[in-house]
């Protein structure tokens, strides 16, 4: 999770909220800074980018900081279109 607020990424609740959801899953909290610093390696580094920065792109979801369900939303879409993509991909 990209964020433009530097001290979110120090958010132990947030950080809670989504291990708890996703306890099988390794999720970083960083300023959307770093990003902007050095794209290549977050594009190739992490499966999935979100970000309440509306003018990153580059295969990044947007989402609304204040609202932990969209986040959970997305997350929850990406591991279900990569799940079907997988079972589609092995019936083949």
Same mark, same amino acid.
């Given at each position: 999770?990209?964020? +433009?607020?530097?001290? !979110?990424?120090?958010? &132990? %609740?947030? $950080? @809670? ?18 990003? /902007?610093? @050095?794209?290549?390696?977050? #594009?190739? *580094? ?8 509306? /003018?990153?792109? +580059? @295969? !990044?979801?947007? !989402? @609304?900081? %204040?609202? %932990? &369900? ?6 929850? #879409?990406? !591991?279900l279109e #990569?799940? %079907? *993509?997988? $079972?589609?991909?092995?019936? /083949?």
């Amino acid at each position: 999770l990209l964020f +433009n607020e530097i001290n !979110i990424a120090d958010d &132990n %609740l947030l $950080r @809670n909220e989504l291990k708890e959801h996703f306890n099988d899953y390794e999720i970083k909290i960083e300023s959307s800074f770093l990003y /902007n610093v @050095n794209k290549e390696f977050y #594009n190739n *580094k992490y499966d999935l980018i979100l970000s309440d920065e509306a /003018n990153l792109k +580059n @295969n !990044i979801n947007i !989402i @609304n900081i %204040l609202d %932990l &369900n969209d986040i959970i939303e997305k997350i929850n #879409n990406y !591991i279900l279109e #990569n799940h %079907l *993509k997988r $079972r589609k991909a092995s019936m /083949n």
